[in-house]
Nanobody
Framework: QVHLVESGGGLVQPGSSLRLSCATS????????IGWFRQAPGKGREGVSC????????YYSDAVKGRFTISRDIAKNTVYLQMDSLKPEDTATYYC??????????????????????WGQGTQVSVST
């Protein structure tokens, strides 16, 4: 059974950095697509970044491209999201997710279908002065 536990969130000032971690278990990380998603109050869940297991391709939303970096450590069964130059609009609950199906640019950019992914419990990121 897929189990995901996020950590690393917090309250930071604009321009700061955070690194989120997602400890995974119950599946083979190297064979699953992995993603980071976020949900701000009153808004739907949106894709932030995904990593394809089949070819190592990474995908980023336009809002975070150039500032966030997704990575994984297979040996530690952990996925990371390095977030730099944080902005107040990055404030949200961040979720780690896994899916055995392939991720593509087309799939990443369409609206999130919650039932397609296994989810962690989320970690709160707040960016404010």
């Amino acid at each position: 059974q897929v189990h995901l536990v996020e950590s690393g969130g917090g309250l930071v000032q604009p321009g700061s950095s955070l690194r989120l971690s997602c400890a995974t278990s119950g599946f083979t990380l190297a064979t699953y697509a992995i993603g980071w998603f976020r949900q701000a109050p009153g808004k739907g869940r949106e894709g932030v970044s995904c990593l394809s297991s089949s070819d190592g391709m990474t995908y980023y939303s336009d809002a975070v491209k150039g500032r966030f970096t997704i990575s994984r450590d297979i040996a530690k069964n952990t996925v990371y999201l390095q977030m730099d130059s944080l902005k107040p609009e990055d404030t949200a609950t961040y979720y780690c997710a896994a899916d055995r199906r392939k991720i593509s640019s087309l799939r990443f950019r369409r609206p999130v279908v919650l039932a397609e992914w296994d989810w962690g419990q989320g970690t709160q990121v707040s960016v404010s002065t």
